[in-house]
């Protein structure tokens, strides 16, 4: 089965940025898309095997998805943070592929003064 690890959260000031990470294992990572989603599995950010990318309203203008196939690694670039986006962020396939048996542990964002 696929194994997530997401990390790269943490502590940041209102306005600040983060870059998360998650790393699949195995060697299938560049057949599927891919998505980023906050705690309650709101799907905020997702990207296809070819890099289209789509983002909820919620963070459009302000977070950029990105892949790196070579490295099984799909990220979430955020900027503009906003205190509302304190959540802990995971990663899963979307469409295709999908699984609720691929959820990680997720990593913790927490935007605050």
């Known amino acids: 089965q696929v194994q997530l690890v997401e990390s790269g959260g943490g502590l940041v000031q209102p306005g600040g940025s983060l870059r998360l990470s998650c790393a699949a294992s195995?060697?299938?990572?560049?057949?599927?898309?891919m998505g980023w989603y906050r705690q309650q599995r709101e799907l905020i950010a997702t990207i296809t095997r070819d890099g289209a990318t789509n983002y909820a309203d919620s963070v459009k203008g302000r977070f950029t998805i990105s892949r790196d196939n070579a490295k099984n690694t799909v990220y979430l670039q955020m900027n503009s943070l906003k205190p509302e986006d304190t959540d802990v962020y995971y990663c899963?396939?979307?469409?295709?592929?999908?699984?609720?048996?691929?959820w990680g542990q997720g990593t913790q964002v927490t935007v605050s003064s």
């Open positions: 899963n396939v979307v469409g295709p592929g999908f699984s609720d048996d691929y």
């Open positions: 195995g060697s299938i990572f560049s057949a599927y898309a």
